[in-house]
């Protein structure tokens, strides 16, 4: 990277002595310049070899083929960086290498580094590491080293040897133990930026997602690793070359053009990254950090403008896109995205743009519709949010929202579900209330619940085929946009047809759907389903109090806390879904005063939680399934303290690498499942003690307890060495290689599988 180095002419009259400033050699110097320059030492180690390996690759047009990095790990514990560039003679490596402030690239923009320093940054962390250069299929090693005083020395270590490997060099030593995971760290923040992705050992980073959103050089990540991905604001970043560094507005000279700042500052769990021209912006000497000198400044400033004179037409054509695909009330659902993804909405985006003098038509029409301030002959509208229940009549467009805020225009913005209904029965607000309770079918209203529903309601019920009524309706749809239009009869019981006719008319149940939290009743959700079609499984349910309850054979009901019910029926769906049986569906909590309606559908308890889950409970599959789920870990009080402890240890290394363990034979499968808290059958049974009683029903459950020490006995004469490396297993590839030793040590044995020991 070209540094700037511009002076002003200085003019000086008279015979004045002068001197020259000059840098004294000595630890001190060394010290600031190898280590105290750098708060993050790893970081610094991984960012500046990394970058060197980069720029070596440029050096002989090798940028397509990735460096390779080793991180350290528990069974080995070196660090290197290993690249495949021109490599360096020895006269490089005793001039050029150790001589701080040199470097080759600092009349380049097409490098990233330039200083000289950061060949040297290993020196921050370790008082020696070793230098491999290889040229002409000949390697030379060196140590570097701080000899006693306090000057950095190299030396090369032994003769030339020849190489089959390509040109390049490698940096490398050991890391300490303390030291592995902030090494791991600093590398997922660092490389994921490179391109290519480095080759990386020891461990297994992740890449960097793609960004959701790119404009021109301006890039939005919904999370960046270590960066910001733990971050609920979000970060603004600087990338120039392979480096990003944190954007800090204030200093910027950026934080007084508010407008900017709104749409191109990062915020609300996304970050914005900014790419920049190498040498466009001058970097600290640590390069932790961009210097904020006026030239820097000067061309943060341009790139942001220059951006923000892109940016509303960036927006304006990926908008173009959607509108063409689909009407206008369509294309406000899925735009909701867009908007989301950018973190502010394009009406405010539409309102800066205008203050600049640029204005784009549809940004503008995109940020919102409204529905038209005029009245109607034939209909008069309605407004109706969810969970409301009255609507309000709708005058001019506007509706009274309340005494404080007054009429307020109903507005649609992108991410807003709305619906239009038609009234085409009497009780138009109950019907529609039912239609903003049911799940949306619209596609481009995925994942979402209606938030409010316009409602068309003729002057004259019996005129809803009249010319001049259907012409008006059309009017009002087309200038939202073109919506579907629903009937209030969808959800309203028809008249029965004549004597004789099949007609059935559909009855509803309004259900509390239980699932996740039931704390309060306000927390679950409700929902009105067709009793004869969308009913999968229900008991009946207190909302009040949150409890099930079932009817004893006396006829008297028998409360059950909901919340263990609820566990219970889950923890029973897993068993029939890993036994491939047919899932009850989600659980639906019905009212005491929908019971007669259940009844009357359901006389024998069809679809009822409680009679499915005696039902699975008394299939043979189910309870030996459930008596091995989770056997109870059993440690017999009395031997030897120092053995109880080994054998807790191990069990949980097993619990920790249960997806591993359980692949390896059936005992190893059940080794793994050994539980110290109360087992899954214990969950599932608790509940419905008092029912499964009522009924006479005694499922043949019995959950076996495993003598943990006897057990790690056994495998410890039989394989003492995987008895003891067990609870340092992580169920990751952090420990990729130690896990490949252990199964392949297994594969060696023939019968791979471990002997239990089973207590009374």
Known sequence: MKLNTQSAPVEIQGQLEQGSFGIKQSPKAFQILSSGLYSNKPMAIVRELSANAADAHVLNGNQKKPFEIKLPNRLDNQFYIKDFGPGLSHEQVMKLYTTYFDSTKSESNDFIGGLGLGSKSPFSYTDAFTVEARQNG???????????????????????????????????????????????QEAQRILPWFDPFPTVLGTQLKKLEAPSRVADQLSVYPRIPVWAENSSNGQTFVRMGHIIYPLDWNAAGLSEDKGMMRLLKSSDGRSFVFDVPIGSVEVAASREGLQYD???????????????????????????????????????????????????????????????????????????????????????????????????????????????????????????????????????????????????????????????????????????????????????????????????????SPKRAAFGSTTVAKEYVEAYMLEGSLYSRSRIARKSLDIATEISTWVNFNAFQTDVHFYDKAGAPQTVDARAFLRAF????????????????????????????????????????????????????????????????????????????????????????????????????????VSSIKPSADTIMEPLKTFLSDRGITPDIKVPRVDTVATYQKMFRQMPMIAATIEFMEDNDKTRGLTKDIKTFLAAKGDPDIEIVYTP
């Open 294 to 492: 006026r030239s820097s400044k000067a061309s943060l400033k341009a790139f942001a403008e220059t951006l923000m004179s892109k940016l509303g037409s960036i927006l304006e054509k990926d908008i173009e896109k959607v509108v063409a695909k689909h009407t206008r009330f369509e294309a406000q659902a899925r735009l909701a995205k867009m908007q989301n993804d950018w973190g502010f909405t394009f009406k405010e985006a539409s309102d800066i743009f205008a203050k600049r003098g640029l204005h784009y038509p549809n940004l503008k029409a995109s940020s919102e519709i409204q529905l038209p301030k005029k009245n109607y002959k034939t209909f008069d509208l309605h407004y109706l949010t969810a969970g409301s229940r009255s609507a309000q009549s709708i005058d001019e467009g506007r509706y009274n929202k309340s005494v404080s805020a007054g009429n307020v225009p109903v507005s649609i913005i992108p991410g807003t579900a709305f619906m239009f209904v038609e009234s085409n029965t009497k009780g138009f607000v109950g019907a529609t209330k039912a239609l903003l309770a049911t799940p949306p079918k619209e596609d481009y209203f995925k994942d979402m619940n209606y938030n409010a529903a316009v409602i068309i309601v003729p002057k004259d019920s019996k005129k809803l085929q009249d010319p001049a009524y259907l012409a008006e309706r059309e009017e009002l749809l087309k200038s939202v946009g073109q919506p579907n239009l629903r009937q209030t009869s969808e959800y309203v």
């Open 570 to 673: 889950e923890e029973l769906s897993k068993v029939a879904k890993e036994l491939k049986m047919p899932s009850p569906g989600k659980l639906m909590g019905i009212t005491t005063r929908y019971e007669p309606r259940m009844k009357k559908a359901f006389p024998n308890g069809e679809k009822n939680a409680f009679e499915w889950m005696a039902t699975m409970l008394q299939d043979p599959a189910v309870q030996k399934h459930l008596s091995m789920a989770n056997p109870i870990e059993h440690s017999v009080p009395s031997g030897d303290y120092y053995e109880r402890n080994r054998a807790s240890t191990m069990f949980q290394g097993l619990r920790k690498n249960k997806t591993f363990f359980e692949g390896l034979g059936p005992n190893w499968a059940i080794l793994s499942r």
């Open 138 to 184: 000949m390697t030379r090693t060196y140590s570097a080293f701080v000899a006693e005083n306090g000057i950095p020395q190299i030396v090369q270590l032994g003769e030339s040897t020849p190489t089959t490997d390509p040109d390049g060099l490698t940096i490398g030593f050991p890391v300490n133990p303390s030291d592995y995971a902030a090494f791991n």
